[in-house]
């Protein structure tokens, strides 16, 4: 059965960082791409980065370029986001998801259960 | 970047209604249009992928249709489950973009 477990979310400071750790299991896990999808309050959803199976390859959506680092350890089975210079519009929860295939240009087809970010002073 | 816009933007029906979502595309995108299902404070569950495949596990009665720029989700009969909030989603190119959802509610 796949599992997605995601940890460290919490409340932070504007101008503070986060890292959000996702834990895997029940399938090969360098076998697929991974990603991350935001969703704020009451929102819809926003898809913000994606890592390739062996983390050679990562995009990241342009509201976060330059801030949040997507990154894997494949001898882990866990996946990251380390986000800096948070702002009060990341305030989401962030779902951790497998991507159907190696590529990130596929359907998302497990997700985990979410962890909550709140940017607040 | 590609956007994707669904309507209605809520619908209201019965149990038992056939049902039918439209997601349009600002730019062709093949058949790489795929169809979640959330529920509240619960984790998005894909349906279809590929326009038209069912995902394993996701009940018959629904189907997804389309390719370039126009694509359905139909359920074909409502059952109490179903009420929840539908997404659709490009994978043609990146950044991967969604619709901004259709609420499902019971009439």
């Known amino acids: 059965e796949v599992q997605l477990l995601e940890s460290g979310g919490g409340l932070v400071q504007p101008g503070g960082s986060l890292r959000l750790s996702c834990a895997a299991s029940?399938?090969?896990?360098?076998?697929?791409?991974m990603g991350w999808v935001r969703q704020a309050p009451g929102k819809g959803l926003e898809w913000v980065s994606g890592?390739?199976?062996?983390?050679?390859?990562?995009d990241d959506a342009d509201s976060v370029k330059g801030r949040f680092t997507i990154s894997r350890d494949n001898s882990k089975n866990t996946l990251y986001l380390q986000m800096n210079s948070l702002r009060a519009e990341d305030t989401a929860v962030y779902y951790c998801?497998?991507?159907?295939?190696?590529?990130?240009?596929?359907?998302?087809?497990?997700w985990g259960q979410g962890a909550l970010v709140t940017v607040s002073s | 970047d590609i956007q994707m816009t669904q309507s209605p933007s809520s619908l209201s029906a019965s149990v038992g209604d056939r049902i039918t979502i439209t997601c349009r595309a600002s730019?062709?995108?093949?058949?790489?249009l795929n169809w979640y299902q959330q529920k509240p404070g619960k984790a998005p569950k894909l349906l279809i992928y590929?326009?038209?495949t069912l995902e394993s596990g996701v009940p018959s009665r629904f189907s997804g249709s389309g390719s370039g720029a126009e694509f359905t989700l139909t359920i074909s009969s409502l059952q109490p489950e179903d009420f929840a909030t539908y997404y659709c989603?490009?994978?043609?190119?990146?950044?991967?973009?969604f619709g901004q959802g259709t609420k499902l509610e019971i009439k």
């Open positions: 890592i390739s199976g062996g983390g050679t390859n990562t």
């Open positions: 590929a326009a038209s």
């Open positions: 998801a497998k991507y159907g295939s190696s590529s990130w240009l596929a359907s998302f087809d497990y």
């Open positions: 989603q490009q994978s043609y190119s990146s950044p991967s973009t």
């Open positions: 029940g399938f090969t896990f360098s076998f697929y791409a």
């Open positions: 730019q062709t995108i093949s058949k790489y």
